[in-house]
């Protein structure tokens, strides 16, 4: 190796996701079209849109609940075409649904291993290896900063937060390349969306690629890298944080233009901005 080579910086890595003008349709209604994005190792891309927008069919294409129909999925690179959660997991990519599908009465370790318990014993004397379970559940959420009273508390007496941020904790201790988060502020608090923010932070200063579905620009502003905007199921805008401010953010979102219209047709005017005057034939005679 020479000294110029030496010397010559390394290439920088590819997303670890990308899709590019993925559409899907569902019967006669398109669902997604031509949309694009990347996910990068060490990056929050926040997708945004309101209602409708199309957030839930992306989830869906990456998290492989449904394939798409045309655009191209790559994995590191690589072409993929999911046809289970399953598929998208075995390549690194877990997705955090609003829902967080656990079982509220079941202790916080047995959600957290759910689907993944690890037995010992063989033959009718196999079982569920329950010790290294809480060991480990505790020793993951203490090594992601997440210090619980006791992991054998149902996790239904959890705060919405705290569930939250199990459920990031599982994804990464799973091994999560690419962590996907369905709308995790929506139904929280400012404190405890604070809590699952600093969460979202710590997955990304560990390395992971972070997708975060929100409506909430002030949320995906605190820490995305990237922002991706929908609209009825088109993209409405693509950039990076440098580009832009969080007001410029809100105003594409909240649908620039369209707000304008809406603020003139609903400001008063000066003729009803005020009780009208009755008029007395006594007091004008």
């Not at 401010?245 to 000066?270: F, N």
Request: hydrophobic letters at 40%; glycine letters at 10%; charged letters at 20%.
């Amino acid at each position: 190796m020479t000294a110029q080579d030496q010397n010559t910086p390394e290439e920088p890595q590819g997303p670890l996701v990308a899709l590019s003008g993925v559409s899907k349709a569902y019967g006669n209604v398109l669902a997604l079209r031509d949309v694009s994005l990347d996910v990068h190792a060490g990056e929050v891309t926040c997708v945004l849109g309101d209602n409708g927008a199309g957030k839930s069919t992306l989830i869906k294409i990456i998290a492989g609940v449904h394939p798409h129909d045309s655009g191209t999925y790559t994995v590191a690179g690589t072409p993929v075409r999911h046809a289970s959660p399953r598929e998208a997991l075995d390549h690194g990519i877990a997705t955090v649904h609003q829902d967080l599908a656990v079982v509220p009465l079941m202790p916080v370790w047995r959600n957290f291993f759910l689907g993944s318990e690890p037995v010992k014993g063989r033959g009718p004397l196999r079982r569920l290896d329950v010790a290294t379970m809480r060991a480990t559940t505790r020793t993951a959420l203490l090594r992601f900063g997440i210090d619980l009273r006791d992991v054998d508390q149902p996790i239904g007496t959890l705060s919405g937060g705290e569930r939250q941020c199990v459920a990031i904790a599982r994804a990464v201790h799973f091994g999560a390349q690419v962590l996907v988060l369905d709308e995790p502020t929506a139904a929280l608090g400012v404190r405890q969306s604070g809590m699952v923010l600093r969460y979202v932070a710590a997955a990304r200063d560990a390395g992971l690629g972070v997708v975060l579905i929100t409506h909430n620009p002030h949320h995906a502003y605190l820490v995305g890298d990237r922002f991706v905007l929908l609209k009825r199921g088109a993209m409405a805008g693509s950039h990076l944080k440098k580009d832009i401010t969080l007001d410029a953010l809100t105003r594409q979102m909240s649908g620039g233009s369209e707000l304008d219209e809406l603020t003139h047709e609903l400001s008063r005017t000066p003729a009803a901005t005020g009780p009208v005057a009755a008029t007395d034939p006594e007091t004008t005679a």
